[in-house]
């Protein structure tokens, strides 16, 4: 008993060292005592704040933040559990001499540990990226209540206000456009001088505009009277539901990109041109989830002592050919909220294909993506579970990989999604591990089958100093764990020496075979002999042994 407890305490103290590691690809990492004053500083100090990392160290955090954000991240820290990790949202560093700094997202979390550390990461945001918008839900119910009498939208372009960022004036003209819009809440900055607000059909923004120019002149009266135009745009989507009609708004809103030196007729014909493209690949997207127009191709995970293929991953394809990248419509999915609809399309699509195979054909097993997303969402889990009893023969057949691009918010409860695939048999595995600051606590607090180590780290342990010590480490903790390790995007023979000596269990990437619609073209593995040597002929060797004058 002593010996268990002794090795469980060790374990627990080689996590929180190794946590202070995972979040190496972060632009910079913080330590935190519960007072929040920083005991370790780690990655691109200098560049974000000006001051070297051994100059924070004794201090509280709230010296690194500008001052109008110090209240609300000391709160958000102040109020971490251990088992929910937090995104604090998007904050702005102070810069020298009291000027406002870098713009920053922040991620925290709180490890149970008897030293209670907080850590912090932040990753430095461009300053032309938009503010988030309206969550879909909402913003569909705002389009529903506006029924019959229709939406529209208006475009603002506001000459003076970027220089205020997140003074009164810039606070107070939120405000105002909001107060005009649906709900009273969906109106939006799209960049340093444009704003919309999202509204009923037929109203004007003339007296609105008056008002906004007499704040601008009472802010600055000896500056030029302001220049204040607008532009109404119709908001139609025939066949659309107000659901779907949301979500394209949510996607163009997040990519109207920067417009601050673009005239009013410029932006709105490129938001007009966001709002087409939007509606359109919503409407695909719905088209395929509903209809199932996607394929699948399929790549092979590969044991990198015996060479042989483990399992392959199942990766949707929206192209005729199946060669195409998924990245930008999955991006889409997460994005407007139906990502847990195509997933539990995905599985459907994935069973169907196992489901012509022959029953006894066992060594075929197919892994399938989960979006983070979808592991807290209980009618995905409702749909997916009645999908796997509906045909039970699955659970040899089929595993599961739960992806980090969208981020899981309560891990208590995808703890619970994951044990229960595991009680019925179905592997699980967390795949891009270390592609950001949360993969180690992932780690701690899901349990798993495997871990998929992100391209990304691996090419940058590579290079790195201490890169293959890292590596190594990570492999070892996993092994002590009992979790399988699997290398993915291995292009070359050197990245899998590399993945090799660090101790990973499994291979995958093009070194082995890109994906194929057809997993009849793995039959002959690709560079299979870099995992096995071919076999020596012991009467060959000694022929030539005595050709050479060997003994």
Not at 452 to 459: L, Q, S, T, V
Request: hydrophobic share 45%.
């Amino acid at each position: 008993m002593l010996n268990t407890e002794a090795a469980t305490t060790a374990l627990r103290l080689e996590r929180d060292r190794y946590a202070l590691l995972a979040f190496c690809w972060g632009d910079l990492l913080l330590t935190l005592d519960p007072r929040l004053r920083i005991e370790t500083a780690s990655g691109a100090s200098e560049a974000l704040t000006g001051l070297p990392e051994q100059a924070w160290t004794g201090r509280n955090l709230t010296d690194l933040i500008a001052a109008q954000d110090r209240g609300r991240i000391a709160a958000v820290l102040e109020s971490l559990t251990p088992t929910r990790r937090v995104l604090a949202g998007t904050i702005r560093l102070a810069g020298r001499d009291g000027a406002v700094g870098a713009r920053v997202s922040v991620a925290a979390h709180r490890l149970d540990t008897a030293r209670d550390a907080i850590y912090v990461s932040m990753r430095k945001l461009a300053e032309d990226e938009p503010e988030e918008i309206e969550e879909v839900p909402r913003l569909a119910e705002r389009l529903a209540a506006a029924g019959a009498q229709g939406a529209e939208m208006t475009l603002f372009a506001i000459p003076g206000i970027a220089q205020e960022g997140g003074q009164p004036l810039g606070e107070t003209l939120g405000d105002l456009l909001r107060a005009h819009s649906l709900g009273g809440d969906t109106a939006m900055r799209l960049d340093s001088g444009h704003y919309s607000v999202l509204h009923e059909a037929g109203r004007t923004f003339g007296a609105v505009i008056h008002q906004i120019e007499a704040m601008i002149h009472a802010a600055d009266p000896t500056a030029p009277p302001p220049r204040i135009e607008s532009m109404t745009l119709p908001m139609q989507a025939e066949g659309m539901s107000e659901g779907d009609l949301a979500r394209g708004l949510v996607y163009a809103m997040h990519r109207f990109g920067e417009g601050s030196e673009l005239s009013l007729h410029e932006a709105g014909q490129r938001l007009r041109e966001r709002l087409s493209d939007a509606m359109g690949s919503v409407t695909r997207l719905r088209r395929a989830i509903d209809d199932g127009v996607f394929g699948i191709a399929f790549q092979p995970i590969v044991d990198i002592r015996s060479g042989a293929i483990h399992h392959f991953e199942a990766l949707t394809r929206f192209d005729e050919a199946g060669t195409g990248s998924p990245f930008e419509t999955i991006l889409l999915a997460e994005e407007t909220g139906l990502i847990e609809e195509f997933d539990l399309a995905m599985a459907r699509k994935a069973v169907s294909w196992l489901g012509r195979l022959p029953l006894n054909d066992e060594h075929v097993c197919i892994a399938v993506n989960i979006s983070g997303r979808s592991i807290n969402s209980a009618a995905y889990a409702e749909g997916l579970h009645r999908l796997l009893e509906e045909n039970i023969w699955l659970r040899r057949r089929l595993s599961f990989e739960i992806t980090e691009s969208a981020q899981i918010a309560d891990l208590d409860a995808a703890n619970g999604f994951i044990q229960g695939l595991r009680r019925r048999g179905f592997g699980v595995t967390l795949d891009d591990f270390g592609a950001g600051a949360a993969s180690f606590r992932y780690l701690s607090v899901l349990e798993v089958d495997a871990v998929k180590f992100d391209g990304a780290a691996i090419r940058h342990a590579q290079r790195a100093q201490k890169g293959r010590a890292f590596l190594s480490a990570l492999t070892e903790l996993c092994r002590r764990m009992g979790i399988s390790t699997i290398a993915e995007m291995i292009e070359t023979p050197e990245a899998l020496a590399f993945v090799r000596e660090c101790g990973c269990n499994f291979v995958q990437g093009y070194l082995f075979g890109q994906p194929a619609a057809d997993i009849g073209r793995f039959a002959q593995l690709p560079n299979r002999g870099l995992l096995v040597p071919p076999r020596r002929d012991p009467v060959g060797a000694a022929k030539a042994s005595a050709r050479r004058g060997r003994p």
